[in-house]
């Protein structure tokens, strides 16, 4: 735990000399290179509590330096129409976000190459019968559209983005949903995942979405196929979703794992463990 509290420290201290420098972005490089360290030494902390708490220090400071990024441009927005930067209500906007014209690129590990030619999508877990769905099949079903803001923890908002996919819902009626389950794990290339509550998957604003603005899902942006979670912090809006899978219990999944809030709400502010 001492090794991971120095690496936490010696973080803060390269940071603090970013603006002394002649090329803060090494300085960033740096800083995530000694908290990637100290997130690979959780592995060997024993203590549940205190690895969480460690882990949402750690995420804390990894969004920053993702916030620094995005001030500095680097992370592209790509191919997209401008989103509206001006709001009637400012009650529309979640606390500690501000508006965003375009859509800034994040997300963990590299852009898959994913092939519509062999995509799959699953239902797994507590359900009545399994089911796995090509793309042709899922393209075959009826396309659900909706228009809803995107709230990315780094603090920034993009406003009415148009959706075009499928219900969650209408996807496990196919497959039937089992007695005792509670919650939803979805996963997506490679190795991705986020927890929902049930009740929150089947929302009515929920999609499993491939067009975005009128336009096939970007790759950058999880195309094929990402789900799309509005009420949640953009991280729980899985990208190159293949599978969803029912449980009887609440499973972390690959943030919720290193720090970030269980829950997510935008509204709550509830970013990282340890929020309310």
């Not at 190459?113 to 399994?130: C, I, K, P, Q, Y």
């Not at 899985?238 to 720090?259: I, M, N, S």
Request: charged share 25%; hydrophobic share 40%; net charge negative.
């Amino acid at each position: 735990m001492d090794e991971i509290v120095r690496l936490i420290e010696r973080a803060d201290e390269v940071r603090k000399t970013a603006s002394t420098r002649a090329d803060p972005h090494a300085v960033r490089e740096r800083a995530e290179r000694l908290l990637t360290a100290a997130r690979a030494a959780l592995e060997r902390l024993d203590d549940d509590a205190r690895r969480l708490e460690l882990a949402g220090q750690i995420a804390r400071r990894m969004a920053d330096l993702d916030r620094e990024v995005l001030i500095a441009g680097q992370a592209e927005a790509g191919d997209v129409a401008r989103a509206p930067t001006r709001v009637d209500d400012p009650e529309r906007v979640p606390p500690g976000q501000h508006l965003t014209a375009g859509w800034p690129v994040l997300h963990t590990g590299a852009v898959p190459d994913l092939e519509v030619a062999g995509f799959s999508f699953t239902l797994t877990g507590l359900v009545e019968r399994r089911v796995r769905l090509s793309w042709q099949e899922l393209q075959a079903l009826p396309e659900t559209t909706i228009t809803a803001d995107l709230h990315c923890v780094t603090g920034w908002t993009r406003l009415d983005n148009t959706w075009a996919g499928l219900h969650p819902r209408d996807l496990l009626a196919r497959a039937g949903v089992r007695p005792g389950a509670t919650h939803a794990l979805v996963t997506g290339h490679p190795a991705y995942s986020a927890n929902l509550p049930l009740d929150a998957l089947l929302a009515d604003d929920v999609l499993l979405a491939w067009s975005h603005d009128g336009a096939p899902l970007p790759p950058a942006h999880g195309g094929p196929l990402r789900l799309v979670v509005p009420a949640r912090y953009a991280w729980k809006s899985v990208k190159w979703a293949f599978e969803l899978r029912l449980l009887d219990r609440d499973v972390p999944g690959y943030w919720e794992a290193r720090g970030y809030h269980n829950d997510g709400d935008p509204w709550r502010e509830q970013r990282f463990h340890g929020d309310q």
